[in-house]
């Protein structure tokens, strides 16, 4: 599910008949739930809009789905490798790895 670049895993509990849901793109938890699609479609659509206004309120920045940041432990070892390819050709760290991961997605 889908709403204002926010983006939902949905699961369904048999036991209980409930639809839960949780915003899955970024830091802070948002969770919802319902019994029905449709209720479920607004319990998350009200989360959000829930999550936005409790941010304004507290004159918070709300957490934003994919802000370009992505932090990630590499060890030492890895990170010299990482390095001395990218100067081999030229590149930067981040440009280089973003070709990578183009290579390895295309």
């Known amino acids: 599910m889908k709403y204002k670049d ?3 895993r949905v699961d369904f509990d048999e036991s209980s008949g ?3 849901g949780e915003v899955i793109n970024l ?3 948002i969770t ?5 699609v449709t209720e479920l479609k607004k319990s ?3 989360s959000i ?8 309120q507290r004159g918070e920045v ?3 789905p994919y802000n370009g940041l992505m932090s990630i432990q590499i060890p030492i070892d890895k990170q010299k490798q990482l390095f001395n390819m990218a100067a081999k050709e030229g590149k930067d ?4 790895i973003l070709d990578v991961l183009s290579l390895k997605t295309a």
């Open 6 to 8: 926010y983006i939902a």
């Open 49 to 56: 809009e829930d999550y936005l206004d409790f941010c304004f």
């Open 18 to 20: 409930l639809f839960h």
């Open 27 to 29: 830091r802070d938890v």
């Open 93 to 96: 760290i981040n440009t280089y």
């Open 44 to 46: 998350f659509k009200d």
């Open 32 to 36: 919802f739930e319902g019994e029905s």
């Open 62 to 64: 709300p957490d934003t």
